[in-house]
């Protein structure tokens, strides 16, 4: 399995932006299918952001869509979480993952995790 390393969490403020970075180990990062997570104090994880197996397509979660934004550069085999417009309610601890396709994200490789943090 992949390796997954992520980095770019911080304190921002709300209306802030934050791109976090999600370095993988590997030769064979572009067959992952990479996704998003995150999760706040006393809440369970919940998704973020995502590419369909098929690679063509990306989902958000309600939440954040029109702010966030899921990228990969395969050439690094870096996954990336563009965040704009960033509010309280967006602080929790995030986490980058990756499965096989037509796999869920359970059976796949996750990180440690990164805190952002969002004052108001």
């Known amino acids: 399995q992949v390796q997954l390393v992520e980095s770019g969490g911080a304190l921002v403020q709300a209306g802030g932006s934050l791109r976090l970075s999600c370095a993988a180990s590997?030769?064979?990062?572009?067959?992952?299918?990479m996704g998003w997570f995150r999760q706040a104090p006393g809440k369970e994880r919940e998704f973020v952001a995502g590419f369909s197996s098929s690679g063509d397509k990306t989902s958000y979660a309600h939440s954040v869509k029109g702010r966030f934004t899921i990228s990969t550069d395969n050439a690094k085999s870096t996954a990336y979480l563009s965040m704009n417009n960033l509010k309280p309610e967006d602080t929790a601890v995030y986490y980058c993952?990756?499965?096989?396709?037509?796999?869920?994200?359970?059976?796949?490789?996750w990180g440690q995790g990164t805190q952002v943090t969002v004052s108001s």
């Open positions: 993952a990756a499965r096989a396709p037509y796999r869920d994200f359970a059976s796949g490789s």
């Open positions: 590997g030769r064979t990062f572009s067959t992952y299918v």
